[in-house]
Structures are given as C-alpha cells and as structure tokens.
Nanobody, 132 residues
Framework: QVQLVESGGGSVQAGGALRLSCAAS???????????IAWFRQAPGKEREGVAS????????YYVDSVKGRFTISQDNAKKTVYLQMDSLKPEDTAMYYC??????????????????????WGQGTQVTVSS
C-alpha cells in the first residue's frame, strides 16, 4: 500500500530546476506535524542515500553535503505536503527519488544517511534525470 505520494520528477538539462512534492494524505494533521519526512535517492547500481530531511514539528532541516546550497526542503502543513526544491541540478543528481517518514529523532540521523532502514512509510518514487 502506497502511503506517501511523490510527484514532480522529470528530465532537465544541467543547471535546471525541479520541485518534488511528497503528499502525506494518509497522515492526520497531528501526525504530520510531529514527524520526520525525508527525501532519499537511488541511482542505478548505487545504494540508496538520504538527501534532505525536515522535522515537521520545529521545521529543522538537514542536507547531505552534496546538495547543500542547491536543494531546499520545506513543508505546507495545510496540504500535508513536503517539497524538495532542486536548483542547479547536475547529472550526478540523476536518480529515483523517494520520500519517506519516520519519528522525528531519525531526521539527519545515521540511519537517514545510510538509506533510511528505519523509515516505515515510503512513496513509490519519482524519476529525476539530468542531462549534461
């Protein structure tokens, strides 16, 4: 059962931008406002890696070094949606992007950086392709 729904992927040239959305409609507003929602990505032949996370309660954010200054994660509580604005895209950003949810303590954690094994809610993924 799909619990989170991603959208917004596509194909762009290097230097371009995309905005991904993660709709957590299955969550109550209370649950949405007290969770960690993160974006992960997996390129062919590579391990899944955490990209960015946001603790929806205090809106604290965490980014992996490779996307700092280029990606921005944000939330819209009314829509129960988390966004990932991706600017200055590079070919190495090409991957399937997934959003996932977990308890707030997992935001920016070692588990997040290692691929999110303890994130219990996942979306189906959205493909991002960046051409040079």
């Amino acid at each position: 059962q799909v619990q989170l729904v991603e959208s917004g992927g596509g194909s762009v040239q290097a230097g371009g931008a995309l905005r991904l959305s993660c709709a957590a409609s299955v969550f109550t507003y209370s649950r949405f406002n007290s969770t960690c929602i993160a974006w992960f990505r997996q390129a062919p032949g590579k391990e899944r890696e955490g990209v960015a996370s946001i603790a929806t309660g205090d809106r604290s954010t965490y980014y992996v070094d490779s996307v700092k200054g280029r990606f921005t994660i944000s939330q819209d509580n009314a829509k129960k949606t988390v966004y990932l604005q991706m600017d200055s895209l590079k070919p190495e950003d090409t991957a399937m992007y997934y959003c996932a949810a977990a308890a707030p303590r997992f935001c920016g954690s070692g588990d997040f950086r290692d691929g999110g094994r303890y994130f219990g809610y996942w979306g189906q993924g959205t493909q991002v392709t960046v051409s040079s």
